[in-house]
């Protein structure tokens, strides 16, 4: 492999089909042969506090070359012969890119080059792999560069890429038609560098915008400031709530509130199978966000409440935390609700708390 000389590339005086192919993956160093110092992703500088990270995308092309014999042939017959192509946008590093070919007595020369990099990148990391194809399926050659920065590189790839005896070969089997197909495989890495320090604080910040508000929700369920709704539980408690947060969070709500029913003339609704320990638990959770433990002592209203008013993220902590209240004496009744209600995460450890105390479970019924 081996750098030559820059030349801008003429158009091509012969026929070339391009089939291109473009996919995005995070990658590590490992994935890169370590070739540009990335052990680890992400990669952690504690002194400085930034993180760096790597990102390829992957491009293939099918490059298919027409009257390859016959410009064998010739003597500058590959001059002008090369594809171009743009690269990069999927990774934010937009870059135009060529192939060519470059013969030097029987010597079948391939390399990369480099026509436009994004003007703010310093370094363009990149390798490629290359084949020429069988007539028919298969490889008759492949070779893979190493990841090199073509920023600071002339064309890359390789002088004797192969011969063109052994290309024109029958033998070979690589031409149909006198045509020849090359698979080129082009890995453009961008690397992201993030200050840790920032990036942590830009976190907290986040967290401390998310735990505000969901305080001042919360604030506004207990103070009942401007609320609108009244929900009378089955037990005869009263709840001021207001309408915008229970539709948001239930179309069930939101139907009661939006169409022509009772409860929306009258501003009051009224559940005749939910007791306020359950619901004030519903309430909580759509206001803040937040469940307390205590929701055990009134699991099976609860629960169904979620199911009722289809709040999904309730019913789903309900599935993920039901078996930590299990114990001999209610398991078989938690396992019972819980496929009720189609809780399988919950159902599946009480299940498994069950057979590991059959013996115990079955004397305390």
């Given at each position: 492999m081996a750098p030559v000389t820059r030349r801008n590339p003429q158009q091509p005086s012969v026929e070339a089909r391009v089939n291109e192919a473009t996919q995005r993956q995070?990658?590590?160093?490992?994935d890169m042969d370590n070739q540009i110092d990335m052990n680890d992703d992400p990669v952690i500088d504690k002194s400085c506090s930034f993180r760096t990270s790597m990102t390829v995308e992957i491009k293939e092309i099918t490059w298919e070359i027409k009257d390859f014999k016959a410009l064998s042939q010739m003597k500058d017959g590959f001059k002008n012969v090369y594809i171009s192509f743009e690269a990069g946008q999927s990774i934010k590093l937009p870059t135009k890119w060529a192939f060519f070919i470059r013969r030097?007595?029987?010597d079948f020369g391939l390399y990369l080059r480099l026509l436009q990099k994004p003007p703010t990148e310093k370094e363009i990391f990149v390798r490629f792999d290359s084949a020429v194809k069988r007539v028919g399926g298969g490889e008759f050659i492949r070779l893979s560069t190493e990841v090199v920065d073509l920023s600071s590189v002339a064309d890359w790839g390789w002088s004797s890429f192969s011969t063109i005896p052994k290309l024109i070969s029958a033998t070979s089997n690589v031409l149909q038609d006198d045509m020849l197909t090359l698979s080129l495989k082009l890995y453009l890495y961008s690397?992201?560098?993030?200050?840790?320090a920032e990036s942590q604080k830009l976190v907290k910040l986040k967290t401390d915008c998310q735990k505000l508000v969901a305080s001042a929700l919360e604030s506004s369920l207990v103070n009942k400031r401007?609320?609108?709704v009244t929900i009378m539980s089955a037990d005869g408690v009263a709840f001021q709530a207001h309408k915008v947060i229970l539709a948001a969070h239930s179309h069930v709500f939101d139907a009661m509130f939006t169409t022509d029913m009772t409860e929306k003339k009258t501003g009051v609704v009224a559940i005749d199978d939910i007791q306020s320990p359950a619901f004030a638990?519903?309430?909580?959770?759509?206001?803040?966000g937040q469940v307390d433990d205590a929701?055990?002592?009134a699991s099976e209203?609860?629960?169904y409440a979620a199911d009722k008013y289809n709040i999904p993220l309730l019913k789903s902590y309900c599935d993920h935390t039901l078996a930590a209240s299990c114990n001999l004496s209610n398991a078989l009744d938690l396992l019972k609700l819980s496929r009720l209600h189609n809780l399988t995460v919950a159902s599946k450890q009480i299940s498994d708390y069950i057979k590991l105390n059959m013996d115990a479970v079955l004397l305390s019924v």
């Amino acid at each position: 492999m081996a750098p030559v000389t820059r030349r801008n590339p003429q158009q091509p005086s012969v026929e070339a089909r391009v089939n291109e192919a473009t996919q995005r993956q995070n990658v590590s160093g490992s994935d890169m042969d370590n070739q540009i110092d990335m052990n680890d992703d992400p990669v952690i500088d504690k002194s400085c506090s930034f993180r760096t990270s790597m990102t390829v995308e992957i491009k293939e092309i099918t490059w298919e070359i027409k009257d390859f014999k016959a410009l064998s042939q010739m003597k500058d017959g590959f001059k002008n012969v090369y594809i171009s192509f743009e690269a990069g946008q999927s990774i934010k590093l937009p870059t135009k890119w060529a192939f060519f070919i470059r013969r030097i007595d029987d010597d079948f020369g391939l390399y990369l080059r480099l026509l436009q990099k994004p003007p703010t990148e310093k370094e363009i990391f990149v390798r490629f792999d290359s084949a020429v194809k069988r007539v028919g399926g298969g490889e008759f050659i492949r070779l893979s560069t190493e990841v090199v920065d073509l920023s600071s590189v002339a064309d890359w790839g390789w002088s004797s890429f192969s011969t063109i005896p052994k290309l024109i070969s029958a033998t070979s089997n690589v031409l149909q038609d006198d045509m020849l197909t090359l698979s080129l495989k082009l890995y453009l890495y961008s690397r992201q560098t993030v200050d840790l320090a920032e990036s942590q604080k830009l976190v907290k910040l986040k967290t401390d915008c998310q735990k505000l508000v969901a305080s001042a929700l919360e604030s506004s369920l207990v103070n009942k400031r401007y609320s609108d709704v009244t929900i009378m539980s089955a037990d005869g408690v009263a709840f001021q709530a207001h309408k915008v947060i229970l539709a948001a969070h239930s179309h069930v709500f939101d139907a009661m509130f939006t169409t022509d029913m009772t409860e929306k003339k009258t501003g009051v609704v009224a559940i005749d199978d939910i007791q306020s320990p359950a619901f004030a638990v519903l309430l909580k959770f759509m206001y803040s966000g937040q469940v307390d433990d205590a929701w055990h002592e009134a699991s099976e209203e609860v629960i169904y409440a979620a199911d009722k008013y289809n709040i999904p993220l309730l019913k789903s902590y309900c599935d993920h935390t039901l078996a930590a209240s299990c114990n001999l004496s209610n398991a078989l009744d938690l396992l019972k609700l819980s496929r009720l209600h189609n809780l399988t995460v919950a159902s599946k450890q009480i299940s498994d708390y069950i057979k590991l105390n059959m013996d115990a479970v079955l004397l305390s019924v």
